[in-house]
RNA sequence: GGGCAACUAGCUCAGUUGGUUAGAGCGUCUCGUUUACACCGAGAAGGUCGGGGGUUCGACUCCCUCGUUGCCCACCA
């Protein structure tokens, strides 16, 4: 019957008009209810290509915020978006062909603004498409009047606290993005390279010194020479000095356990700053600092004739000089891995520079307590939480010499340096373009203030992802109630991000831990298994999926996730979903069409058969499970328990049980109120993960008897409890079924049809004789033996 | 180098405190139009649960070990 047959494409369209102008998913501050707050995560607006892994990350807290929308929670379920910071300015440079030198500061961020106006209706067109269901009328960008002025407020905070400081010192440094970086901005990335080994001179007796390096470059800027107390081959020269090569100054040979006698000569170079080590050293032994790096890549004065050449251009050229004056001994071909900057893959460099940070390293034990706090969805996700922070070598550096992002709310006294700070109430500032309230330094009364220009990194703000929300709104007793968030959704990559620095701040703010539970996802790949990425062009557009097959169809493959675990990109999947639409509104059709728009929503338990009874307590059963399944966070297997619940218990057995009762002259009033119970709750049960085949059935029929406007105001399926306790009745039945499937058995081997009756069939199983005209009725057998 | 996960049918995956004969979907094969649905139904074939040890009356499940894959972290001047 093609003129009954739900057409998804028009009925999905429709209850998304439906759900806006309805605003089904509001929240309603005034609820009594308990609230359930969602930290959704804020997309960074950038993504110009939206994949199916976007679809399976979200898609997740939203299977768990219908289900308690349904289950009783007044749910606030808030949009972000992430559109400051440098994601959003390298995008609109690659986009543009722009140099952040070569344009106007005004001018840049106009661009920025105008992107991620376009991103962001992107993805809340993406999200509409799908169902999700935010409440629009609560979003927020990271860029906003109202976020800048609690990342300020955050500042002013940790400052007052002692928590904000800054430091003129070593700090991770991108050359292509010309700013400060974070030691979670890294990524790792392997490199082919040479081990040079190169001449030093010892001054006091003139023998050649070898060291071995990766780094021929920083030789302007070598800092002194180290070797281990216990390697006796450099014992007499420990106090000594030596010549540097091409560069020609001298430097201190000095000792340090924790040099390696077995790398390279056992001599070591140190200079300011090549990596970690040489700042360790630095300042261990106090060395003065020789920095040849410039902010832009290139190398100063101290490099003397390389001056003004690239590092790899410099690298290249001295090592030429090197070979050609004799100092460059040998080169070994090496594979080691490198910290580039995760933004545009460049190498990082350590400069020395005033930035503003945040300390960490001195409360690792209490971050790592903040975890004891939080539930973790899956819990081994909590490790890696802890082995980051466990590893942590680095303050938090939050400032960054760019222009799309929050400014520092701080200016400087020019005389002493002193900062000077706006008041609360006057966030959110802009020090570049407004002047301090107050007109002299309190620290020397200077009267001449400088703005910091720098802005925040984008995490400074994200960090604060629990307070903005709940900071929506004005009441104070209702911002209570909202943080922290009951539920932090995100994907494991950022872990050491958002997720770590969304803990550091709640810990010094408010000294808690910043949500209740945490859900985190893993990705959406293709179907072979491998990473979505731009560059493979792997990825299917879910528009396309979603006009072939609906987008209830596309969540269905999405609810197949498990927490924490990748997901293959699966076709069958996404078909067997809509199969399951389908197979859902077929189910209605019949059972609609024996109810007759009568009310049989009220189940008299004293008429019950005995195959009633069965489906009841199996129904009982998959609400019970799939009800802890959600509470658990795991959607996965709660599908697997409705869809067995449904496929095979409801469609396959009950329906034809009962068909026998309702195709009489005298339908059967009892197999249709048992019908009403079983059919109600499956389309609540399927809900969260079908919304709009859900909502379909329920307006089809059930609403006429229900209230809520909506399926998805309606409450969470109960078990029943009047069901009669019979559990030997129970076990027979199963039997009858066993009977029933050796019929089916027996006319497929004779390949005869399941509807055509055979005179006479043998039963083996024991089986009360009560049952044989059910048996009879439904297996269509004129008579049953017993063997 | 340290850590975390995974390895079950041709494919994608379930299998929750150890307990009859290890399951589903898809695919394959056979059959069936049956007054919700052929986007359906019935049935069949298909697995030494990555390898090897161990604990136990009993192991896919617990322990040890090895292997493969993926991810996270640290790295050597």
């Known amino acids: 019957m093609a003129e009954n047959s739900y057409n998804f494409t028009e009925r999905e369209a429709h209850w998304r008009r439906f759900w806006r102008e309805q605003e089904i998913y509001k929240f ?149 993005c010309q700013t400060a970086v974070a030691q979670a901005d890294l990524e790792d990335k392997e490199e082919q390279s040479f081990l040079n080994y190169i001449n030093f001179t010892a ?40 010549r540097v090569p091409l560069f020609d100054y001298s430097v201190p040979i000095l000792t340090d356990e924790a040099v390696d006698i077995n790398f390279g000569t056992g001599l070591m170079m140190v200079c300011t700053w090549g990596d970690n080590e040489d700042v360790v050293k630095t300042k261990a032994h106090n060395l003065p600092i ?29 090592i030429e000089k090197l070979k050609e004056k004799n100092y460059l001994v040998k080169q070994e071909e090496i594979s080691h891995i490198l910290n580039v900057h995760e933004r545009c893959g460049t190498p990082v460099e350590l400069v020395k520079t005033k930035q503003w940070f945040i300390k960490v390293l001195d409360a690792r034990a209490e971050l790592l307590a903040q975890a004891e706090k939080m539930n973790w969805h899956p819990l081994f996700m909590k490790q890696r939480y802890l082995d980051w922070v466990r590893t942590l070598k680095w303050d938090w550096c939050i400032s960054r010499q760019r222009y799309y992002g929050v400014p520092f709310p701080v200016w400087y006294c020019r005389n002493c340096g002193e900062a000077i700070l706006p008041e609360v109430e006057d966030l959110p500032v802009d020090p570049t373009l407004t002047s301090p309230k107050i007109k002299k330094c309190p620290a020397c009364g200077g009267k001449d203030f400088v703005p910091e220009s720098d802005v925040m990194d984008t995490w400074m703000t994200s ?77 299917v557009d879910p528009e396309k999926i979603v006009a072939q097959y609906g987008a209830d169809a596309l969540r269905y493959w999405a609810t197949g996730a498990n927490l924490g675990e990748n997901l293959r990109y699966n076709e069958q999947e996404i078909k067997k979903g809509k199969r399951t639409t389908t197979k859902l509104y077929n189910a209605a059709q019949f059972c609609f069409s024996h109810f007759q728009n009568r009310d049989y929503a009220k189940l008299e338990t ?32 709660a599908k697997n328990e409705i869809d067995e619940f449904f496929w095979s218990a409801f ?33 609540r049960i399927y809900a969260p993960i079908l919304p709009f ?95």
């Not at 003139?206 to 020479?225: F, N």
């Not at 932090?488 to 010094?508: C, G, H, M, N």
């Not at 069939?761 to 057998?781: N, T």
């Open 693 to 787: 085949i859900a909502e379909e059935i329920y307006h089809l029929y059930f609403h006429q008897f229900e209230k809520a406007k909506s399926i998805h105001l309606c409450s969470w399926p109960k078990v029943i409890a009047s069901l009669p306790q019979a559990p030997k009745e129970e076990k027979e039945f199963e039997q009858v079924i066993a009977v029933i499937l050796a019929i089916r058995k027996f006319k497929s081997e004779q390949k005869i049809s399941l509807a055509k009756e055979i005179p006479e069939f043998a039963a083996d199983l024991p089986v009360s004789e009560k049952y044989f005209d059910f048996i009879k009725a439904v297996a269509k057998v004129e008579k049953i033996a017993v063997k």
């Open 606 to 637: 004293k008429n019950l058969l005995p195959e009633d009874k069965w489906i009841l307590a199996r129904l009982n059963e998959t609400i019970k499970k799939a009800t802890a399944d959600f509470d658990a966070y795991q959607y996965a297997r």
């Open 28 to 176: 309603n501050p005034e609820s009594q209810k308990p609230f359930y707050s969602v930290d959704t995560p804020p997309p960074y607006v950038s993504a110009d290509h939206l994949h199916v892994g976007h679809i399976m990350s979200y898609s997740q807290a939203e299977f768990i915020v219908r289900y308690k929308r349904m289950a009783g929670f007044e749910v606030f379920y808030p949009m972000g978006f992430d559109d400051n910071g440098l994601p959003t300015e390298r995008f609109v440079e690659k986009k543009y062909r722009l140099n952040k030198n070569k344009i106007s500061r005004a001018e840049f961020i106009k661009k920025c603004l105008e992107e991620t106006k376009i991103g962001s209706q992107t993805y809340r067109n993406l999200w509409e498409l799908l169902g999700i269901s935010v409440d629009w009328s609560k979003t927020y960008s990271t860029i906003d009047r109202h976020s800048q002025k609690i990342s300020q407020w955050s500042f002013l905070d940790l400052y007052q606290k002692g928590k904000m400081v800054r430091k003129d010192e070593p700090t991770f440094w991108c050359v292509a």
């Open 463 to 539: 960090s604060c992802t629990p307070l903005i929300i709940s900071r929506l709104f004005e009441d104070k007793k209702i911002q209570a109630r909202l943080y922290p968030s009951s539920l932090r959704p995100q994907a494991f990559e950022i872990i050491r991000t958002w997720l770590f620095y969304t803990v550091v701040k709640s810990f010094y703010h408010h000294g808690l831990a910043p949500f209740f539970d945490i859900m985190i996802s893993g990705h959406g790949h293709d179907e072979k298994g491998q990473k979505i990425s731009k560059r493979l062009g792997n990825f």
């Open 651 to 683: 469609c396959d057995n009950y329906l034809e049980f009962v068909k026998y009762r309702l195709y009489r002259e005298k339908p059967d009033e009892t197999a249709k109120q048992v019908l009403y119970q079983v059919f109600w709750a499956i389309s």
């Open 203 to 242: 001054e006091q007796d003139g023998r050649p010194l070898l060291i071995a390096t990766t780094r021929p470059e920083l030789l302007p800027a070598c800092a002194a020479l180290f070797v281990n107390p216990n390697d006796e081959r450099y014992a007499d020269l420990a106090g000594k000095t030596a």
């Open 290 to 318: 020789r920095s040849t790096i410039n902010p832009d890549g290139r190398l100063n004065g101290l490099a003397g004739e390389f001056t003004g050449l690239k590092l790899t251009e410099a690298r290249k050229q001295i």
